[in-house]
């Protein structure tokens, strides 16, 4: 699939190098304004998997500081809602 986030993780900028559209039976590039050549569809989806991976790996990461920064703030005595009011509800 051809996604934004792919042809970005190329280096590419939305409505600058590209424009996407989806008419209901994909996403596809209505416009290429890049100077480069348009990227393969393997190329963006490549791209695109390698983007979910950091962002996956991202997002596991903030997880475990959170729980890491709660733990230590229990280990100091917050209650859980003086917790929750530092964090905003971590």
Do not use: C, R
Not at 8 to 31: H, I, R
Request: no cysteine; charged share 25%; proline share 3%.
């Amino acid at each position: 699939m051809i996604t934004s986030n792919g042809l970005e993780k190329l280096g590419f900028t939305p409505n600058a190098d590209f424009v996407l559209q989806d008419d209901g039976n994909g996403v596809y590039v209505k416009e290429w304004n890049s100077g480069s050549p348009q990227p393969s569809k393997s190329a963006i989806e490549t791209a695109h998997a390698e983007w979910q991976a950091e962002y996956d790996a991202e997002q596991i990461q903030i997880e475990a500081d959170k729980a890491s920064a709660v733990s230590k703030l229990e280990a100091l005595g917050l209650t859980d809602a003086e917790i929750k009011a530092l964090s905003g509800g971590l």
